[in-house]
């Protein structure tokens, strides 16, 4: 994971590899405290991310309504097919709307 705040003031989180039970182990600690402590409009990049299981799927609802409850929104980067379908059916694009380029993403991010 990586995490970097851009010039907009929107925290860009950068995740690669699988959203799985090892996945989300290894970030999930890191991920939460630099998106709720924060508390900034946050895009994360799903570009590099192969699979989201449950838990990874928790852990995206989780911070998007952390940030929600500070009028912050999440926006999902270039989810794969694969991944942006699993979003889809679970309808957690409702709650972190999915963008297909970072120029998007970030407008988005700004409209609280």
Do not use: W, Y
């Not at 895009?43 to 192969?50: E, F, H, K, M, R």
């Not at 699979?51 to 794969?80: E, M, W, Y």
């Amino acid at each position: 994971m990586q995490h970097c705040e851009s010039d907009e003031g929107v925290l860009m989180v950068v995740l690669d590899g699988r959203l799985d039970l090892t996945g989300v182990h290894e970030i999930e600690a890191d991920f939460q405290r630099q998106i709720t402590v924060r508390r900034l409009p946050t895009v994360i990049d799903l570009s590099q991310v192969a699979f989201v299981s449950s838990l990874g799927i928790g852990l995206i609802v989780t911070c998007a309504k952390a940030l929600a409850r500070h009028d912050q929104n999440l926006i999902l980067l270039s989810p794969q097919p694969m991944v942006e379908e699993v979003l889809k059916t679970t309808r957690v694009d409702l709650l972190a709307p999915i963008a297909k380029d970072k120029d998007s993403a970030v407008t988005m991010a700004q409209s609280a």
